[in-house]
Structures are given as C-alpha cells and as structure tokens.
C-alpha cells in the first residue's frame, strides 16, 4: 500500500511593525502542510507549506511556499520559513516557536518572526494560533495520506462483471479565453454479458459562438490497459498524459495534479462498490498544458485550472445534478445530487453528495454526512432544474448555498445508454455560473467566504 505522509492545516494571527513605522500591522497566515513522512515528535521532519499571507497594506498573497521544520523533542523547536510577494517585492517570513516543556501550550503557539526583503531586514513582528477557534479544526483536519493513492484510483478497476459502467472525465476552462473543455472516456458491460464497449466524446465551450463536439466509438473494449484512444491518464506520480483523437480533433495534453484526493461519495462506497454508483477525483484539482485541434483551429492550453473525475457503478441515476467549481487558492469544491433507480430509493428526494476543500480542510468531515443529514432545516437539499439548479445544507457550525445556472447556449445534451441498455440524457455546460455562500455559526450565522464563479463552473443535469 506504499508509505505514509503527513498532512494538516494552520491558521495564525498577529502583527508585524515595519521599519520606520510607529503602528503595527494585521498579519494572517493561513497554511496547509504536508510532509512525505508522518511527523512524529522524537524526529526532525521537514514538511512543504503553502498558503495565503495577508499582511493590512501591503500583500494578499494565496500563492506563498516555503518548508516548516518540525522538531518539538530533537531541536525543541518548531522552524517557519515563507516567501511571498509584498509590493513587487519577494520577502521571507522566518520565526520559530521554541518548545519549552514547562511551559507547552504558550511555547507551542507563539511565533516570533523577522520579516525580510531583498536580503535585509524590513520590520519583525509575532504570530499567535488562536486555541479558542483554530485547535479543534486544526486536529481534525490532520490526514495521513499513502503515497500515488491518486494516481491507483485511475487504473482501470472493472472485474469482467456484467452490468458495470466505467466513467474517466476531465473538466477545465481555458485561462485565458474561458473556453470550457469536457473529455469523456466510459466503459459500458452490458447486463445480457455482451461484450464491453468504450465510447466517449470532446466537447468545447467557447465564450463566445455555439458549443462544439464529437464523439468516438463505439468500440470494443482492449483486452488490458491502455484503452483505445483516448486513454484515461497513465498511472504513475507526478504529469500524467492525456491524448487522443474523435472526429476532426485531437489532442495531447499533460495534466498536473494538485492536492490530495477528494471523495465525493464515501470512500469504502468507491472501494468496496456498496451503492449503485460512486464519484471521486484522484486529485482535488489539476493544472492542464498542451493543445486541442479543432475544426476552427488550434487551442493552446497552459495552466488550464479543473480536474479529472472517475465514477463506478451499474449506470447513470434516474436524475441528478453535478458540479466541480475551482474556487481559487487551492479551494474547490465538488458536489453530487441524485435520485437513484433502485426500488425504494426512487422515491427519495435527490441525496446530496457534496465535499468542499477550503484552506487545505474538507468540509464536511463525513462523505456521508450530507446524504443521511436529519430531518428538518439542517438536513442537506438540492432543488434540480435548469436553467437554474441549487443545493443547500448545514451541519452544527456551518452552512452552504450554492446556486448554478446553465445558460440553454452554453449547455450542451448529449445522449448516454446504460448496461440494460435505457437511456438518459445528460444536459452539460464547462461554462456555467455558480455562486457559493460559506457561513459559520458564532451565536448568529456570520460570513465565512463566498465565491462567485462567471463562466467558468462546471456542471451538468441529467433526466430520464
């Protein structure tokens, strides 16, 4: 199964106080840390960190990187070392918490810092980890991730058992025109034990003009990976390759994972296959680079922000909606609502499968909590119609909305068939708007964030 990592998320909050100036200055950090080894008190562990600096004044930086040097017992210290950017200029932030034992709780959440820029001091200041609202979602949010688990959830994983569908999908949008791009590799066993079949299709979204798109396949399927073209991205570590051909396109891109798995469903529902479908990302998010020839030309990509999603299961749902939004500064958020065909289950209202990654945390804690819920207003709910579809929930310290809205010209229907050989139509946009609103309960529900997303959600809402 491969080695343990360490991972978790830190907030800190303080002032520094400039050169030159009589006033201190806000400062927030806000970290997410991961380390290729667990980090275990006796040793000395080095962990990269990034995250946003906000300094009053002078940056709002979400993109700082540095390394964190742990070593409560061996060194009796904690080492930050950050660099950002402040005013066009690269600065470091470097402090360290010194562990005392007589003194554990002050030593283990003061960090004194000196502030540089350009190889010379610039001001020093001091951070604090606020016990009262950080320690219970910092030691909750602490993961233990296996090395390449992303990279295993994209090898194929179908037994030769009539009556399955293999789903591999990747979603982006264009950063520099907004083009929307959906490539769409399925895997259909058809219950009567026919022959498997692979088909799929690309699709792009324009800003601007009509959505374009074309199929491949149907074909049977080869007899061991890779598949037929267009394959789902190689298994291994690091860039992974996605190439092919359907109609007049085709394409070679390399796609960069960014941050851990995210599970939409409950991940022993993905592993064992314990419901009639599952969804997952072997990375919460990806970066894209290479091109797309189309018939109108040739669509370069760099740095083209989505993800590639896998789903498992005996086919498409009786109704549901999808939406992957990438939020920014490494928060993305995933969600999934359905209505299932299994007797009994139809006749539930959609249940709600939705996972936000915020700050290097995953809300909520539990894949499952969002379907179960409770009865009454805490329970999680999603009203699908389009153009206009919504989801909305809340757990004890913490409540969603989202609205997404598919515009008819940026929407485009495309036709699936199931193992049992029904069909369903799935309405998909890589263009869409979504607002999301983030709220915490501190004696009265409070603003926590918001995001507004203007042609650049990715969704979809599929009937029978």
Same mark, same amino acid.
């Given at each position: 199964?491969? =080695?343990?990592?360490?991972?978790?998320?830190?907030?800190?909050?303080?002032?520094? *106080?400039?050169?030159?100036?009589?006033? #201190?200055?806000?400062?927030?950090?806000?970290?997410?840390?991961?380390?290729?080894?667990?980090?275990?008190?006796?040793?000395?562990?080095?962990?990269?960190? /990034?995250?946003?600096? +906000?300094?009053?004044?002078?940056?709002? &930086?979400?993109?700082?990187?540095?390394?964190?040097?742990?070593?409560?017992?061996?060194?009796?210290?904690?080492?930050?070392?950050?660099?950002?950017?402040? &005013?066009? $200029?690269?600065?470091?932030? &470097?402090?360290?918490?010194?562990? =005392?034992? +007589?003194?554990?709780?002050?030593?283990?959440?003061?960090?004194?810092?000196?502030?540089?820029? &350009?190889?010379?001091?610039?001001?020093?200041?001091?951070? *604090?980890?606020?016990?009262?609202?950080?320690?219970?979602?910092?030691? /909750?949010?602490?993961?233990?991730?296996?090395?390449?688990?992303?990279?295993?959830?994209?090898?194929?994983?179908?037994?030769?058992?009539?009556?399955?569908?293999?789903?591999?999908?990747?979603?982006?949008?264009?950063? /520099?025109?907004?083009?929307?791009?959906?490539?769409?590799?399925?895997?259909?066993?058809?219950?009567?034990?026919?022959?498997?079949?692979?088909?799929?299709?690309?699709?792009?979204?324009?800003?601007?003009?009509?959505?374009?798109?074309?199929?491949?396949?149907?074909?049977? $399927?080869? =007899?061991?990976?890779?598949?037929?073209?267009?394959?789902?991205?190689?298994?291994?570590?690091?860039?992974?390759?996605?190439?092919?051909? #359907?109609?007049?396109?085709?394409?070679?891109?390399?796609?960069?994972?960014?941050?851990?798995?995210?599970?939409?469903?409950?991940?022993?529902?993905?592993?064992?296959?314990?419901?009639?479908?599952?969804?997952?990302?072997? #990375?919460?998010?990806?970066?894209?680079?290479?091109?797309?020839?189309?018939?109108?030309?040739?669509?370069?990509?760099?740095?083209?922000?989505?993800?590639?999603?896998?789903?498992?299961?005996?086919? %498409?749902?009786? *109704?549901?909606?999808?939406?992957?939004?990438?939020?920014?500064?490494?928060?993305?958020?995933?969600?999934?609502?359905?209505?299932? +065909?299994?007797?009994?289950?139809?006749?539930?209202?959609?249940?709600?499968?939705?996972?936000?990654?915020?700050?290097? *945390?995953?809300?909520?804690?539990?894949?499952?909590?969002?379907?179960?819920?409770?009865?009454?207003?805490?329970?999680?709910?999603? %009203?699908?119609?389009?153009?206009?579809?919504?989801?909305?929930?809340?757990?004890?310290?913490?409540?969603? $909305?989202?609205?997404?809205?598919?515009?008819?010209?940026?929407?485009?229907?495309?036709?699936?068939?199931?193992?049992?050989?029904?069909?369903?139509?799935?309405?998909?946009?890589?263009?869409?708007?979504?607002?999301?609103?983030?709220?915490?309960?501190?004696?009265?529900?409070?603003?926590?964030?918001?995001?507004?997303?203007?042609?650049?959600?990715?969704?979809?809402?599929?009937?029978?």
């Amino acid at each position: 199964m491969g =080695s343990r990592g360490t991972a978790f998320a830190e907030t800190m909050l303080g002032t520094v *106080r400039l050169t030159g100036e009589a006033e #201190a200055r806000p400062v927030r950090l806000d970290l997410a840390v991961r380390s290729d080894v667990l980090v275990l008190p006796h040793r000395t562990t080095t962990a990269a960190v /990034t995250g946003r600096v +906000r300094i009053r004044g002078i940056t709002d &930086d979400p993109q700082a990187t540095g390394e964190l040097e742990i070593s409560p017992l061996a060194r009796r210290r904690i080492r930050y070392r950050l660099e950002f950017t402040a &005013d066009g $200029r690269r600065c470091t932030l &470097d402090g360290w918490k010194s562990v =005392s034992l +007589r003194r554990p709780v002050r030593s283990l959440t003061l960090l004194p810092y000196t502030l540089s820029a &350009d190889g010379r001091e610039i001001g020093r200041g001091t951070l *604090r980890f606020p016990l009262a609202t950080g320690l219970l979602p910092c030691l /909750t949010g602490w993961r233990f991730p296996r090395h390449g688990e992303g990279a295993r959830q994209l090898a194929p994983r179908w037994d030769g058992t009539p009556g399955r569908t293999e789903v591999w999908y990747a979603t982006l949008t264009d950063p /520099t025109d907004g083009t929307g791009l959906w490539l769409h590799h399925e895997m259909v066993a058809p219950t009567d034990g026919s022959p498997a079949r692979v088909h799929g299709w690309i699709a792009l979204f324009p800003s601007e003009g009509p959505v374009e798109h074309a199929r491949f396949g149907p074909a049977p $399927r080869p =007899s061991s990976p890779p598949f037929s073209s267009p394959s789902p991205p190689q298994t291994g570590e690091g860039a992974r390759q996605l190439r092919g051909t #359907a109609g007049p396109y085709t394409w070679n891109l390399t796609e960069h994972p960014v941050g851990e798995p995210l599970y939409t469903f409950p991940r022993w529902a993905w592993r064992h296959g314990l419901l009639p479908a599952a969804q997952m990302l072997p #990375a919460a998010a990806s970066r894209y680079t290479g091109t797309i020839n189309h018939p109108g030309g040739v669509l370069h990509l760099d740095d083209a922000p989505g993800a590639t999603a896998r789903i498992y299961g005996h086919g %498409n749902a009786r *109704r549901w909606a999808w939406l992957h939004a990438d939020l920014g500064h490494g928060d993305v958020l995933e969600a999934v609502a359905a209505v299932s +065909r299994k007797p009994g289950l139809d006749r539930l209202p959609p249940l709600v499968f939705l996972r936000l990654r915020h700050r290097g *945390r995953t809300w909520p804690r539990s894949a499952l909590r969002p379907a179960v819920g409770w009865a009454g207003p805490g329970r999680f709910t999603a %009203n699908i119609a389009l153009p206009v579809w919504t989801l909305t929930g809340r757990t004890p310290l913490r409540r969603i $909305r989202v609205t997404v809205t598919q515009p008819q010209e940026r929407t485009l229907a495309l036709e699936y068939t199931d193992p049992d050989g029904s069909r369903a139509v799935c309405r998909n946009s890589e263009a869409a708007d979504a607002t999301v609103v983030l709220e915490r309960w501190w004696g009265r529900w409070r603003p926590e964030a918001s995001w507004t997303l203007a042609g650049t959600a990715h969704a979809e809402v599929g009937d029978r």
